[in-house]
């Protein structure tokens, strides 16, 4: 029994308490690029040890692997294209479990394989084919070749007025836009502006559709101009505003899809409108109340949303008139920009990086690893095997799939 002054507890007997010393040095190798193997240092007389994993911002999976007596290494096959993988160990004896290791971290895949400084400031990326295009704001259009990721190249330079914006290619040609509101149409082969166009606000990004051929333009204040593009001068079909605008709500991306555009109207969320008669586009429904919504993109009957604070936000539009927020992702950052690939988004975040965030259940999203990087990322465009990240020095090429 124990005593302070003239108190008393009550006498324990018959009790023992088993105490392991826990394992030490933990660390993690990779084996190749899917093989994790683990190693550590046994310190008691243990009749096994438990192996715990997390995966990205996923809770501890506790006793992911069990470990015979003495064993001290443990191999981990990652079903995983990509991630942030941690691990710790403890010793168990009978029912008895030591205090855990060290935890140890390593990330599969997700390294930078490439980078590329500019002479401008890299603004949008857009892959065609192994050739990168890449807005520069004073530096221009830039044509990549990024057949051999670990050494970009510049293969060409397009000077153009004002600061570049957006670029978005189509049939061999380049559709660039620059702050002043225009496009200039580029021919990829000669590199050379062959036609241009004026747009109704500063052009934030752009989409092009071949049948009939048209530009559909995210016009910041100017909401939303559709171009058309059939005749040897481009002319403006239509534009529109959602009413009641208030400073703060622009257009700052845009996805076509069917008779509908999808625009991140910052301030404002997510407005949608119904384009089935291009030359009177007429408001289909708008998400309100979520949160700034920098971009957007779509995949089947879901749109993610880069929500700035918020993180990805997924919405159902089965229902286009009718559209449904269903569930977020908070990366802890600042998402400024996504792209949807597969059961994965890849996401741009001003605190946190390069993400990659599991949607295999668009029910329950959550990271599944993260590249920090030294420069603030803005934009994202994605290949099978490949992120490419520009930030203010230029561009970043990181691996996500074999």
Known sequence: SAFVGDTYTEKVENSLLITLPAPTNLELKKLDVSTIKLEWEDNSNEDGFYVDRKVGDVDWTINYAVINKDVTYFIDNINKPCGTFQYRVRAYKESYSSFSS???????????????????????????????????????????????????????????????LAVYVKDNLAYVTNHRGGIHIVDLNSFSVINESRTCGIPADIVVNNVPPRAYIADSDSGMTII?????????????????VVPGEQANCIYVKDNYSYLAYNSRGMVIVDISDVENPVLGSELKNIGIVKNLDIQGNYAFLANGDDGVAIVDISSPTAPNLIARCN?????????????????????????????????????????EMSKTPNSIAITDSYGFVTDNDGLKIIQVNP
């Open 102 to 164: 060290n935890i140890d971290t390593i990330n599969v895949r997700l390294n930078l394989v490439g980078s590329l400084n500019t002479v401008g400031e890299a603004s949008k990326i857009f892959i065609n084919d192994w050739r990168a295009y890449l807005t520069d704001q004073y530096g221009g259009l830039h044509e990549l070749d990024y057949s051999n990721p670990t050494s970009l190249s510049i293969v060409k330079t397009l000077n153009l007025p004002d600061r570049t």
């Open 228 to 244: 058309s593009l059939s005749s040897s001068t481009p002319t403006i079909i239509s534009n529109f505003i959602p009413a009641n």
């Open 331 to 371: 990366t802890g950052g600042y998402v400024y920009d996504l792209k949807v690939d597969g059961d994965y988004v890849y996401v741009t975040d001003k605190e946190k990086g390069f993400l990659v965030v599991d949607i295999s259940n668009v029910n329950s999203p959550y990271v599944l690893g993260n590249y």
